[in-house]
């Protein structure tokens, strides 16, 4: 969705923008050291001179800065797991989450799928099992990895493509990307990469006090929705598919010995994430870092989404993305990946994507969002016999002729998963104490544009006069009042600071 | 399906018909005034001196005197509606009804979506819902829209593909192809046009006496078989999805005090399609017309399927054709549009697509179809236990060794839709008072070819002589005598022209 | 899959291992009669010298003089049937084969199509009717046809895409390739050719001893899994469609006399398969033999597995393989091909596949398959209510951090269809009698690798030292000593030749 190659002006305004507020802002912003500011920071800089490697290396110090300063101050962005409630929260919570169905989830509907005293893997569930209405991405899964410093991850391979996005954290991948060859890169916080179906694969986490965070979006290729993790290396714990077969061919096959084979598929006890020693990280760290967007091409390992200009970005958020016509590798999987960083008070929409349904996945921070769904006022999903209607269905309101629309409203916390139909237009709001990042995988990216409802570039904008009248049924002049008071695009700042309460928590 | 670049003899040979036909009759034509003659003879003139324009004109024309015609007779080319019955009527369109199942839909199967005083929307219900042999078109749906002349359809994007028929009248669109780039153009009958999935569109019925009617095929992008329609503008009627955030939120978004925004989300009553003035509808008017088909490019706007020389043409009917490889738009959809005019009296077929399933709608005239399927005889979808047997299937009746064919056979008038799927033979015949016009959306198009089992380039011709003999179990003289028959191809004289009774009403 | 392609060095190696087995053994072999090494030695004067028709017509007399002896012999070369089983036999076969479920068929899963005292065609069950867990290959389905010597096959079109492979015998195929073309093509042992959906085509068997045995996979285009055959010639059996039809529409469609149609439509009553006189055959058997593999581009009616160098080859067994990248009309249908065979007493794997899933048929030869299968242990599918966990599933084994292994095995012979899932590892062992020549239909063959699991290039060695010793809890030493004992690649040594006994049919 390269707004930029579409809208020229709008990238030459935003530059515009950057350029003034860096000078306007310049000074006091040294002075001021939220990290917050700074990654806006070092977003303008980027844009005064075109120095990207600077430009990302700042922006990756200063989210890192961020999480630092934030688990001082008590912060969990290491850990992805829900903090203590009390009753009433827990009460508002489960209401949220009420109003939230079909398209929320959380902790609860996740299932640990590996998990060893030094990291866990949770998978969420088939979406199909929470509702029909989300059969457009029956094929599709979200796994969370999350590895202690210095672990190792035993090699695996899945029946899946799978891409995978940095939350936290420094790892290095090994692949065996054919028969006589592997290849191996370092991996960083904010790095994009595809581990495609059926490739033997094994992680470390090479840092010695992050975490490691890896969120994974993956697509079966056998049966539609079930992926299985096949591991080869191993023996009780995890078990190796070696095993499974008899000793007599795996002698014949490996023209070897029953009691070696059986000695080297014997002693592996650990489980799936192991403590590894100093040494053996330093060896499996010497590898070369992922690249930069490759334009069009075939990206050889990760590429990082910083290293791209955000597509959208002010004081008030930014937008990081690539698509597919960016990348071959998603290409084929006609998948897009983003990453929103909602200043903290800030919000972003109202917009809506025009043909990508938006898998999201909150990395960090707090808010909620509210979003607009028809299919859920109408007949066929609110359980009315009218189902029968399809997409149909009667009028719902007495005299009405057109559908009228639910608010789907959910809180957001770290690690909560919710699903953006397309055509669904949604405002998402970040509390006033911390930022909110969002990760984001859109499905059927091929071709998908993002239409604001608010801002400079709204489409309501673009009516003619007379549709204008028509449409609201007053007179244009009050329309435009309306639709033209707002000088900034996507991100806006957010109601809390409007009234001076805050609403994030209410 | 190009005919014409697979057979350069034939394309010569029914220019040739042409010539001659016209030179012959030429004369007698121009007295005689009937619209169906006059169709006729553009598609003549046409195929004589390569002027499309005039060609296209004089046919468009002709098509439409031939509606107003028909109007002053008593006709109703402009509403899609079923006329008053009597009860045997009834009892005997139930019976056809009947036997048309489940390919065949009537009225009954449709829903209104959007009705006002001024013109309604409705959909086809799901294909699946009617029976699991239509699963392969589940994700299609077909809809229709009528409005009243000089009305407005207030501004909407859905989450679904949109191809567009212009089946009687002038219209005029606008479509928001972006941020900052509003795209209107002019329509007319004939015009096919996709509108993208998420695409902020509005209507508006230009002409100051007759209906608007566009068919619509859909295609759900993100819950199969189910799309939804989003309004913007709008207040009560229609409701607006801005209406669905918070009062706060919409505040903050658009910068503007709560009062002015629930001002303009306040007016709206009228619904989705409205009444405008005589300004209105002028302003909104002057826009481009579409452009002829762009060969392998891309098209901007509507394209006019009256623009392209038809694939076959006769005395007895046209059929014309636009399939994926000669437009961008279509071939991302895998979708071909066609429009078939039987002469009154005549018919086309037998014949079957290769690959490609086809929705058909009636758009003009009555008749009926016979088709022949062997599913419907198989035991899985005859309710059968064989249905374990899925493709396969015991021979169905006492020592058969193949398959047995259903007939299925019904009724066809203006408004009602059915679908042909791939490989299955069908004729179909137009009734002795007015000419049977039909528009077709093929599923599945891309490399789709049609087979004649009649008229001279019949497959059967093609068969070696022993082939003949071994497949029909006579002498292959006997074969060729029924096959080569015939010197017409896909359209031919009607079986009430030989037995001189109607039997379009028997 | 081609290995030449990623694997130059390999390739080398391969070809510099025949030239000097084949000089070592060269005059032994020659004494040797044997159509197993004969083939071998095929094999290895094709990569001598580059005289590639030569090799392929070596190989396939070969390959058929193997089948004739092994009829001396009292094999069954020509018949897909099982043979008369005793009373044990029939138990461990149960037995076997629900170890086999549900990844194995046999002839009760399939239903007699088409049957007359010369032929049948029999069609395998859908794959979902047997378990869920092939969805992901549920629209595709198996057939077999058989044809006596000089025989006919009725033509006809289906409403599916099919790709057929010449299993046994020669035959001849006729195909309406448009209203105005016939290509006819003759088709021997290897020929790999796709039927276009919903394109006319009839057979003949044209040799006057050997019956024509074609294994197909088809690919339904109208409703997703299911299929039926339509018969243009034919009369009361089989049934033309024609019939369906009205007699005054076909009178008018075909210009001809009501008494002229019943006549000719009258007359077949012999069925599907029947016998053709040596003049009918002669006549229809004067057409071009099929080409070799187009590479990248189209192929022109039937190309020959053997025409190419194949991907694996030595004394143990060889594979022959085409993927979608060497053939347009493979890559349509993002299919690949594939023949196996393996030399009797030797073994196949362990390897999997990256994306493609096999299905598989044993066109000769006995033996039997292991593979290792999580997902038949996990929850979802072992019926388990852990089912709601979709793709994840709790830890199966008490304490178990991964998945757990079932071992799938099943004896295979002759007609035996089997299916290997994407990722799956699997051995294929041949009994000490015959070789097991297997042909096998990928799915989803774009981009597919194959990873071997033992052998000179199994994967393992492309681990890392320390992941090695991290994987599987031993020194890296002890773990080569497993992995580098192996000098050949996918086709070993059997287990029988190991141990002094045989175990194919223990």
Excluded at 7 to 36: I, R, T, Y
Excluded at 65 to 84: L, Q, S, V
Excluded at 486 to 505: I, T, V, Y
């Amino acid at each position: 969705m390269s707004l930029r190659g579409k809208l020229p002006l709008l990238a030459l305004l935003l530059a515009l923008v950057f350029v003034l507020a860096s000078v306007a802002l310049g000074a006091a912003e040294w002075n001021d050291g939220s990290p917050e500011k700074r990654l806006r920071e070092c977003q303008q800089r980027g844009d005064r001179h075109e120095q990207r490697e600077e430009r990302e290396d700042c922006q990756r110090r200063c989210l890192e800065d961020y999480r630092r300063e934030k688990e001082e101050r008590g912060g969990r962005a290491e850990e992805i797991t829900p903090h203590h409630k009390g009753r009433e929260e827990e009460e508002k919570e489960h209401k949220e989450q009420q109003q939230g169905k079909p398209y929320v989830f959380e902790d609860q509907h996740f299932t640990t799928k590996h998990r060893t005293e030094h990291g866990r893997v949770r998978v969420l569930q088939k979406f199909t099992e929470r509702s029909e209405i989300l059969r457009g991405i029956e094929n599709y899964r979200v796994a969370i990895l999350e590895a202690d410093p210095q672990t190792f991850i035993v090699p695996n391979h899945r029946d899946a493509e799978t891409i995978i996005f940095i939350a936290n954290g420094r790892g290095s991948v090994s692949i065996m990307a054919s028969h006589d060859k592997r290849e191996s890169f370092n991996l960083r916080l904010g790095d994009v990469m595809r581990i495609p179906a059926g490739t033997t694969v094994y992680l470390i986490n090479r840092s010695n006090n992050e975490k490691l965070v890896i969120v994974k979006l993956l697509q079966p290729v056998s049966t539609p929705g079930h992926f299985e993790t096949f591991f080869g290396p191993g023996g009780e714990d995890p078990e190796s598919y070696y095993k499974a077969f008899s000793t007599e061919l795996l002698e014949a096959a490996l023209n070897t010995r029953k009691d070696k084979i059986q000695k080297i598929f014997g002693q592996q006890r650990r489980g799936v994430i192991i403590k590894a020693s100093e040494e053996q990280i330093r060896a499996m760290s010497q590898h070369k870092e992922g690249g930069v967007w490759p334009f069009g091409g075939e990206s050889k390992g990760p590429v990082n989404l910083f290293s791209k200009r955000p597509e959208q970005a002010n004081q008030y958020g930014q937008l990081y993305e690539v698509d597919p016509s960016e990348c071959r590798e998603l290409k084929e999987l006609d998948l897009g990946v983003g990453f929103a960083n909602i200043t903290k008070g800030s919000m972003m929409g109202p917009f809506y994507n025009s043909r990508a349904t938006k898998i999201a996945i909150v990395t960090n921070g707090q808010g909620y969002f509210e979003m607009a769904c028809p299919h859920l006022s109408s007949s066929e999903f609110s359980g009315g016999k009218g189902s029968q209607h399809g997409g149909g269905g009667l009028p719902r309101h007495k005299g009405k002729t057109g559908p009228s629309y639910q608010k789907v409203r959910a809180q957001l916390k770290q690690g909560v998963v919710y699903v953006v139909p397309a055509g669904h237009p949604i405002i998402t709001v970040a509390s006033n104490d911390q930022n909110l990042e969002i990760v984001c995988f859109d499905i059927n990216a091929k071709n998908n544009k993002k239409f604001f409802l608010a801002g400079k570039t709204n489409i309501m904008n673009q009516l003619e006069r007379e549709a204008k009248e028509l449409g609201f049924g007053v007179p244009a002049r009050e329309v435009d009042e309306v639709f033209k008071s707002q000088n900034e695009d996507l991100f806006f700042k957010g109601p809390h600071q409007h009234h001076h309460e805050s609403r994030a928590d209410a």
